[in-house]
């Protein structure tokens, strides 16, 4: 079993930043990918970013890519999400999830595990 905590949403402003995080627990975490992943009211999840086991490899939504970065540290077993230049299309709950294979992949329908969201509200 796999146990994903994830921290860090909340309100900002447009152009403002934040940063997510998501503490694993319960694997070796350093063994598989990490993916991030949002949720809008009213609409399906949808892919945000992941990561390969050793952090090598990263994949990004095109909405988000060079505002994002996506990182990990394996010894705090914990995935990070940085959040620049923020939108309000940017609201949503996002959710860590992982994969239980080394490589990331951008398939929701890959992940067995995932956390149980926080909240990101950007305003105007």
């Known amino acids: 079993q796999v146990q994903l905590v994830e921290s860090g949403g909340g309100l900002v402003q447009a152009g403002g930043s934040l940063r997510l995080s998501c503490a694993a627990s319960?694997?070796?975490?350093?063994?598989?990918?990490m993916g991030w992943f949002r949720q809008a009211p009213g609409k399906g999840r949808e892919f945000v970013a992941s990561?390969?086991?050793?952090?090598?490899?990263?994949y990004y939504a095109d909405s988000v890519k060079g505002r994002f970065t996506i990182s990990r540290d394996n010894a705090k077993n914990t995935v990070y999400l940085q959040m620049n230049s923020l939108k309000p299309e940017d609201t949503a709950v996002y959710y860590c999830a992982a994969r239980l294979l080394r490589a990331a992949t951008i398939d929701a329908n890959d992940y067995s595990y995932w956390g149980q969201g926080t909240q990101v509200t950007v305003v105007t």
């Open positions: 990561i390969s086991w050793s952090g090598y490899s990263t």
């Open positions: 319960g694997r070796t975490f350093g063994s598989y990918a």
